[in-house]
């Protein structure tokens, strides 16, 4: 892709083939440093292992930039075991890379110290995404593995960079190493869909920059062939519609509305099934389905930005439109999540408003109206 931020795009692209092979190492080993947040969700090793390589692969490449990732330092700071841990991770990782054909030397990805690494995911909470006249005006945001508990289970997960300028999307990096980039349109996946090529040749990336398009390449290798994605979103009635969504491990989502929606649209259900938000963007970029609806049981609850920021742009760049149940654009400037926004519809420009009136419609019928604006 020839565009303004090639640069940016090799440093990231880099930076997440490093991140990918420190989360395959760490899905290889029977302690995969697993702990539970304050929010009753698991990280483990492999999380703050991969921020700690993307953070010190932005930062000494774009030193300017803000900033922010999921993970907090708190933990490395009283658990030097998952500090060790960490690092012996990160060591093995950086040797396996050095001895990789196509990789940049030359570019500093690994931090270079085990003393570096909870100063460095602390950097990634002192950034703020903001609009226009904010500083810094360039904000890379990531989550290090998207889909956590699939990841444990070695199933579907994600990595996630994105860059924000003036809080608008224009960039994206998303690694699958699971999902074979080559699936037909014409399949379904779920968690447990997984590529069987191998930890070299299985998996995708999927890159791009605002106006310029939707990209997909294998992880590894020089030379490798890049594909751009159709703009596939372009165009579709309602007839063909594909839904991609989670219903198996639903928690925060209103329960069976998904379901009856796709009775209003006359859309086959579940369609896809995947539990991260990263893997779904992902599955709608590459045209395995072209519409999401996320109802929050309640107005207080709020979407990460890590889980979306980028990813979005994915599916924008083959056609795709995207808003909250409320028909707004998604507002990436109200910091770390999207508090003016409720929920997610994401389906082709074509017929994006009907898709949205049967959602609205729906919740109405369902006796959910209080949770319309």
């Given at each position: 892709?020839?565009?303004p931020?090639?640069?940016?795009?090799?440093?990231?692209?880099?930076?997440?083939?490093?991140a990918?092979?420190?989360s395959?190492?760490?899905?290889?080993?029977?302690?995969?440093g697993?702990?539970?947040?304050a929010?009753?969700?698991?990280?483990t090793?492999a999380?703050?292992?991969?921020?700690?390589?993307?953070?010190?692969?932005l930062h000494?490449?774009?030193?300017?930039?803000?900033l922010?990732?999921?993970e907090?330092?708190?933990?490395?700071?009283?658990?030097?075991?998952l500090v060790?841990?960490?690092?012996?991770?990160i060591?093995?990782?950086q040797?396996?890379?050095s001895?990789?054909?196509?990789?940049?030397?030359?570019?500093?990805?690994f931090?270079?110290?085990a003393?570096?690494?909870?100063?460095l995911?602390?950097?990634c909470?002192?950034?703020t995404p903001?609009?226009?006249?904010a500083?810094?005006?360039?904000?890379?945001?990531f989550?290090?593995i998207d889909?956590?508990k699939?990841?444990?289970?070695?199933?579907?997960?994600?990595?996630?960079?994105?860059?924000?300028?003036?809080?608008?999307?224009?960039?994206?990096v998303?690694?699958?190493?699971?999902?074979?980039?080559?699936?037909s349109?014409?399949?379904t996946?779920?968690?447990?869909?997984?590529?069987h090529?191998?930890?070299?040749?299985g998996?995708c990336?999927?890159?791009a920059v605002?106006?310029?398009?939707?990209?997909?390449?294998?992880?590894?290798?020089e030379?490798?062939?890049?594909?751009?994605?159709?703009?596939?979103?372009?165009g579709?009635?309602?007839?063909?519609?594909?839904?991609?969504?989670?219903w198996?491990g639903?928690?925060s989502?209103v329960?069976?509305i998904?379901?009856?929606?796709?009775?209003?649209?006359?859309?086959?259900?579940?369609?896809?099934?995947?539990l991260?938000?990263?893997?779904?963007?992902?599955?709608?970029?590459?045209?395995?389905?072209?519409?999401?609806?996320?109802?929050y049981?309640?107005r207080?609850?709020?979407?990460?930005?890590?889980?979306?920021?980028?990813?979005?742009?994915?599916?924008?760049?083959?056609?795709?439109?995207?808003?909250?149940?409320?028909?707004?654009?998604?507002?990436?400037t109200?910091?770390?999540?999207?508090?003016?926004?409720?929920?997610?519809?994401?389906?082709?420009?074509?017929c994006?408003?009907?898709?949205?009136?049967?959602?609205?419609?729906?919740?109405?019928?369902?006796?959910?109206?209080?949770?319309?604006?």
């Amino acid at each position: 892709m020839d565009s303004p931020y090639r640069h940016e795009l090799e440093v990231a692209i880099q930076a997440v083939q490093a991140a990918t092979r420190i989360s395959r190492h760490v899905l290889d080993e029977s302690n995969k440093g697993e702990i539970q947040k304050a929010d009753l969700t698991p990280v483990t090793v492999a999380d703050y292992a991969i921020q700690a390589v993307l953070t010190h692969a932005l930062h000494s490449a774009f030193p300017h930039d803000g900033l922010v990732g999921e993970e907090a330092a708190g933990e490395l700071l009283t658990n030097s075991a998952l500090v060790q841990h960490m690092w012996a991770v990160i060591q093995n990782v950086q040797t396996s890379c050095s001895s990789s054909d196509g990789w940049d030397k030359e570019r500093e990805i690994f931090p270079p110290s085990a003393e570096w690494l909870a100063d460095l995911i602390s950097l990634c909470e002192t950034s703020t995404p903001a609009g226009p006249d904010a500083s810094p005006h360039r904000v890379w945001v990531f989550d290090p593995i998207d889909g956590t508990k699939t990841f444990l289970r070695g199933e579907q997960y994600a990595i996630n960079v994105a860059l924000l300028i003036g809080g608008r999307q224009i960039l994206s990096v998303v690694a699958c190493p699971l999902l074979d980039g080559n699936t037909s349109p014409d399949k379904t996946v779920d968690n447990s869909t997984l590529d069987h090529h191998g930890p070299e040749e299985g998996g995708c990336i999927l890159f791009a920059v605002k106006g310029f398009g939707a990209y997909v390449r294998p992880i590894f290798g020089e030379n490798v062939p890049i594909r751009r994605l159709p703009r596939h979103a372009d165009g579709v009635t309602l007839h063909e519609l594909k839904l991609v969504t989670c219903w198996k491990g639903l928690d925060s989502g209103v329960e069976g509305i998904n379901e009856e929606i796709a009775k209003a649209l006359d859309v086959k259900f579940p369609g896809c099934d995947l539990l991260g938000w990263v893997p779904r963007w992902a599955v709608l970029a590459l045209g395995l389905a072209n519409m999401t609806v996320w109802v929050y049981k309640t107005r207080e609850r709020y979407a990460k930005i890590w889980d979306h920021a980028g990813a979005m742009l994915l599916f924008e760049e083959v056609g795709g439109m995207i808003t909250d149940v409320d028909g707004k654009d998604v507002d990436l400037t109200r910091g770390r999540k999207f508090s003016a926004n409720f929920g997610f519809v994401a389906a082709p420009r074509s017929c994006h408003h009907v898709v949205l009136k049967a959602v609205r419609d729906t919740l109405g019928a369902q006796g959910k109206g209080h949770l319309l604006r």
